[in-house]
Structure formats: structure tokens, C-alpha cells
């Protein structure tokens, strides 16, 4: 009852925590504007047919829907700490705490179903690889995991088949029929123009063969040896991940009581004043 009696300057809203909490929202607000616009840019630039042929892999998509969810979030912490809107700042908080829990069931989910995360991910390799000419951001991105990874398409590299540009049936007119991406060579460092036809018919050879020019080994095995040597990393990477959105949801409801405490107060004072003039 002591804490009621305060004087009508004190606050028990903490502007440290009140700003701290804006800061924080207001650099990833400006991230997510900026993941939106390049999203948008991106789409726009791309012709109309392609981009609708592969809009499920398309990473402009991804970009953008992540951004635009981030946007939102961090848009109901800015303008929540600053007007001590308990509204907002409880949508924020309950926002974060979702995506975190959703994360963490992810990430289990994925290790005791290894298997099933495994033909998910295969499917999607897939898919990028039938829509690989379709789309020039997806087919970069391929481009780079295959020459980060050194590997040829899901499995193995005549996965490429399944592109209507790379296929090996007899009627496929085109020039690269039965290749595969310039990505997939095996590259000499002492070479400073990249030969991008070092791919043409190495469908067509047999394995041993085509290991000789290409790397035959899919991108699903060299990822999953990868996962398994740097867990290390990726731990590390899910620990940054989950930090702010721990300090998030954390000051929001350190905020929000303080808010609480605050009305409360208020209500307290003005029936305080009231009883004095009845």
C-alpha cells in the first residue's frame, strides 16, 4: 500500500527498459524494411512467367514474407514501448515467444526425424533443380552451394535430368541436353576465366568418368557431413538466434508490468483524490 502513496511525478515505468526496448525493435524494423525492399526489387526485375513457374522456391518470396513478418512484430515493439500500449507490447510478446517455440520444436523435430527431414529436403532440392533456369536469384543460389559444397545436384548428378534444359531424352533440343551446370565442374585455381560449358555431356559418362570433370556427389550427403561437422557452428548460430528474442520477450513483459503497476497506481490516485473531496 506504501508504493500507492507516491507523489504524481513518479513513474514506475523504467526508461531504460522503455528505450532499450525501442532501440532494439527499431534496428530490427529497419532490417526487415530493408529484407522487403530488396524482396520487392527482386521480383520486379524477374519476368512475369518465370516468376510465377517456381513462386514456391523463389527466394525474393522468402525473403520478402520473412521480412514482412518481421516487420510487423518488430513494428508492434516500436510503437508499444513508446506509447506504453500494453496491447501491442503483449501481440509482440506472444509473437516472439510462438516463433521461438516453433524454432525449438523445429529443431527437435528434425533431429529425431532425420530421415523424414532428409526426404523434405530432397524434395526441395528437387524442385529447385526442375525450375533452376526459371528463376536467376534460385539459380545463382544453387550455383553457390554447389561450388561451396563441391557437389551435382540432390543425390547424385544426374539428378540434373530433371530439368527440361539438362534432360537426356533423345527429342530435347537443347544445347545443354544431357549436362550439367558450369557449378558442378571441378575448378583449377590457376584458371581465371571460368569455362562455363566444362558441364556439356557429362550425363552421358559413367561415373567414374564424370568424376574426373565434375563432382559426382550430391549436395544431400556433402550438406548432412557438413551439419555433422560443424555442430559446433550451427549451435552457435542457434544460440545467436534465440538471444535476442529471449531479450525481446523479456524486457516486453518487464515493460508491460511496469505499465500495469503504473495504471494501477494512477487508478489508485484518482480514487484517493476523490474520497478527499467526498
Known amino acids: 500500500m ?39 526489387y527482386a521480383r520486379t526485375m524477374k519476368h512475369a512467367e518465370a516468376a510465377l ?16 513478418l518481421m516487420f510487423v512484430i518488430t513494428f508492434c515493439g516500436c ?51 526442375v525450375h533452376y533456369r526459371d528463376d536467376i536469384d534460385l539459380q545463382n543460389l ?54 562455363t560449358m566444362c558441364g556439356q555431356g557429362m550425363q552421358e559418362l559413367e561415373y567414374v568418368q564424370a568424376g574426373n570433370h565434375i563432382h559426382t556427389n550430391g549436395c544431400i550427403d556433402k550438406l548432412v557431413n557438413w551439419i555433422h561437422s560443424n555442430l559446433f557452428l550451427l549451435g552457435g548460430i542457434a544460440l545467436g538466434l534465440a538471444i535476442p528474442q529471449l531479450v525481446g520477450i523479456l524486457l516486453s513483459q518487464i515493460l508491460i508490468n511496469q505499465i500495469k503497476d503504473q495504471i494501477e497506481l494512477q487508478n489508485y490516485n484518482q480514487k484517493h483524490r476523490s474520497d478527499l473531496w467526498s
Open 53 to 68: 513457374a517456381c513462386l514456391s522456391v523463389d527466394p525474393a518470396i522468402m525473403l520478402m514474407v520473412v521480412g514482412v
Open 79 to 129: 510503437v508499444g514501448s513508446l506509447r506504453e500500449n500494453i496491447c501491442l507490447l503483449q501481440t509482440f510478446c506472444v509473437c516472439l515467444t510462438v516463433i521461438f517455440i516453433l524454432q525449438l520444436v523445429a529443431g527437435v523435430l528434425g533431429f529425431v526425424f532425420s530421415d523424414k527431414a532428409r526426404n523434405k529436403v530432397t524434395e526441395m532440392i528437387n524442385k529447385a533443380i
Open 2 to 40: 506504501a508504493d500507492r502513496r507516491r507523489g504524481e511525478d513518479f513513474t514506475f515505468v523504467s526508461p531504460v527498459v522503455k528505450y532499450l526496448l525501442f532501440i532494439f525493435n527499431f534496428i530490427f524494423w529497419i532490417i526487415s524494411l530493408v529484407m522487403v525492399l530488396i524482396g520487392v
Open 142 to 195: 544453387i550455383d553457390f552451394g554447389q561450388k561451396e559444397f563441391g557437389c551435382c545436384g540432390g543425390v547424385t548428378y544426374t539428378d540434373w535430368s530433371q530439368n527440361m534444359y539438362f534432360n537426356c531424352k533423345d527429342n530435347n533440343p537443347s544445347r545443354e541436353r544431357c549436362s550439367v551446370p558450369f557449378s558442378c565442374c571441378i575448378m583449377s585455381k590457376d584458371k581465371m576465366v571460368i569455362n
